[in-house]
């Protein structure tokens, strides 16, 4: 239990930090920022690659996190990437 | 078992640095001179927490290779193919894909012989979370991609909506379930009719909301899955997943409050009230005679004008007129003319969709301007071009008090000069509320595709 206060304590003070990091975002980003922001939820990946291998249930289970995380993870940084790669200053 | 406990302390330290990483790279994504960095940071950190999570695992290597080798392949695939027109869309679908990992992680975890019962809390809520996020990104795909089209106010949506709602004591029944075990009804395999029900809420959820509002269910859906990995991250007792996931549910957040403002709506009403139809009455007074131009006419106010604003719409990117746009803009610059682009938060389909487009089309982003910068200074423009753009420059939301988007911020388009609105018809917004800019002493009219009408002002001045 003292385990998941440290972890909540963690996860509080995260969503702060993120609160202050964006709040001063001029709106040219706001479409690079949100894609690259879909693109970090991807991090379910690592917890994907975390679970256990129990049958052929927790198998699937696994393969389909792993698979969705992954497309999640290369398509959101590539699109940003795409994306910021066009805004240029002449 | 030293070697193990090894790999854990030399993980915590690489997921510590991943953090790190992650938290400089979206600091560095919110600046301009720094974002491709950012974005490259980011990718590094998610590359090592990754990577040295592979040092120790349960599941059988062959089924991660293929996993992440197929959903890299069609992420890639799509990534690069995709049109830019196409971005708003294939956000909310990568975005669903994410929510769809962390429901399927915390449905694993719940097959674990030992859950607490704060896992199992954690548990049902990872998988409401990430349900709804991943079948409400599909609904918000099929409407912007306008492959759905069905909405408020349909028998099936009405049937959605009420699962949506029937979703929320289901939540707090299948929490509650293994402590009050004995004292409340047993329901056979709820388990699985309440996976079933967080997808089906999640499309209820969705579905009625209109397609001028995506930008802020985007936002909302993309800090959902945030929220759902840093479930997850707990569940799993993962640091790493709660920070990345905490800082993605925040970004989310805030730009659904940004979007939510530009709007001058509540969050709530946005979501679950919608444009409510009141007032319809109040707007008629203002209607009178629209004058028509044609480009010719257009050419010759241009060609005379020293300032000219640029204000598009989503309209422009149906029309996919923003290469057209730029030409004229260039044209403009090359006669003389002062060039500057009026960019609404809200216009579009996603936060910052019009920077994106005109980004695409080559035009510098110094001149891009959000509404604060030039509605000072909109009575020295000599023509504003409004182009597929409606409800942000509607006169109401400043002028008529009864108006249901009175108060809403806009680019004050009717205090320049001259205004040139091109559109399609005479058809209203996404508000459903009637324009008095049309009928304007100092609005001209030019009908047609945006596209070609533009095409055509750009063939004259070639000439």
Redesign the interface.
């Known amino acids: 239990m003292e385990m998941y206060i440290l972890l909540g304590f963690v996860l509080l003070l995260s969503i702060f930090l993120g609160l202050e990091l964006i709040s001063k975002v001029p709106s040219t980003l706001h479409t690079p920022l949100m894609s690259g922001a879909n693109a970090i939820s991807g991090i379910a990946l690592v917890g994907a690659l975390m679970l256990s291998s129990a049958g052929q249930m927790q198998d699937i289970l696994a393969f389909g996190a792993i698979l969705f995380a992954s497309i999640n993870v290369f398509g959101g940084y590539l699109v940003t990437n795409r994306m910021l790669s066009m805004f240029k200053k002449k | 078992m030293e070697n193990i406990a090894n790999i854990q302390v030399i993980q915590n330290i690489v997921y510590i640095i991943s953090s790190v990483m992650?938290?400089l790279?979206?600091?560095m994504?919110?600046?301009?001179a720094t974002?491709?960095k950012?974005?490259?940071l980011?990718?590094l950190a998610?590359f090592s927490?990754?990577g040295i999570?592979?040092l120790s695992?349960?599941?059988?290597l062959k089924?991660?290779l293929?996993?992440?080798l197929?959903?890299?392949?069609?992420?890639?695939l799509?990534?690069?193919k995709?049109k830019?027109t196409a971005?708003p869309e294939?956000?909310a679908l990568?975005?669903g894909?994410?929510g769809?990992?962390?429901f399927?992680?915390a449905?694993?975890?719940f097959?674990?012989p030992s859950n607490s019962v704060?896992q199992h809390v954690l548990i049902m809520l990872t998988i409401y979370i990430g349900g709804i996020t991943f079948s409400g990104s599909l609904i918000a795909y099929g409407k912007l991609s306008e492959k759905l089209k069905l909405g408020k106010g349909s028998m099936i949506t009405n049937i959605f909506i009420s699962f949506f709602y029937l979703s929320m004591p289901a939540l707090i029944y299948v929490v509650a379930e293994p402590s009050l075990s004995g004292l409340i009804p047993q329901v056979p395999s709820y388990f699985s009719i309440f996976l079933v029900l967080t997808l089906v809420a999640g499309i209820g959820f969705v579905m009625p909301i209109g397609g001028g509002d995506m930008p802020v269910v985007?936002?909302l859906l993309?800090s959902l899955?945030?929220i759902?990995?840093?479930f997850?991250?707990?569940l799993?007792?993962?640091?790493?997943?709660?920070?990345?996931?905490?800082?993605?549910?925040?970004?989310?957040?805030?730009?659904t409050i940004?979007m939510a403002k530009a709007m001058n709506r509540t969050i709530t009403n946005i979501l679950f009230v919608g444009y409510a139809s009141v007032s319809q009455a109040s707007s008629s007074e203002e209607q009178g005679e629209v004058k028509p131009i044609t480009s010719d006419d257009a050419y010759l106010i241009l060609e005379n004008a020293s300032s000219v604003l640029v204000v598009p719409g989503y309209g422009m990117a149906v029309a996919q007129a923003q290469h057209v746009v730029r030409e004229l803009g260039e044209l403009l610059e090359e006669n003389g003319t002062e060039v500057k682009y009026g960019?609404h938060?809200v216009a579009g389909r996603?936060?910052?969709?019009m920077?994106?487009l005109l980004?695409?089309a080559?035009v510098?982003?110094?001149l891009?301007a959000?509404p604060d910068d030039v509605n000072p200074s909109m009575d020295t423009i000599d023509v504003a071009i409004v182009i597929g753009a409606n409800d942000v420059v509607n006169p109401s939301a400043t002028e008529e008090e009864g108006s249901p988007i009175y108060g809403m911020p806009i680019i004050e388009v009717h205090n320049a000069k001259t205004v040139f609105v091109l559109k399609r018809s005479m058809s209203s917004g996404f508000a459903g509320v009637q324009n008095p800019l049309f009928f304007r002493e100092n609005t001209r009219m030019l009908f047609g595709d945006a596209k070609e009408s533009i095409g055509q002002i750009v063939a004259e001045f070639k000439d």
Do not use: R
């Open positions: 992650f938290i790279g979206i600091k994504l919110g600046k301009e974002a491709v950012g974005n490259y980011s990718a998610m927490a990754v999570t592979c695992l349960d599941i059988d089924i991660i293929a996993g992440v197929l959903g890299g392949l069609i992420g890639s799509i990534a690069i995709v830019m971005i294939m956000v990568f975005n894909f994410g769809l990992a962390t399927l992680i449905w694993s975890q097959n674990e704060f985007i936002s993309n899955s945030g759902a990995a840093a997850a991250g707990l799993l007792l993962n640091n790493v997943l709660i920070v990345a996931g905490s800082l993605v549910g925040a970004s989310g957040l805030i730009l940004i960019i938060p996603m936060p910052g969709h920077n994106v980004a695409e080559n510098s982003y110094d891009l959000e």
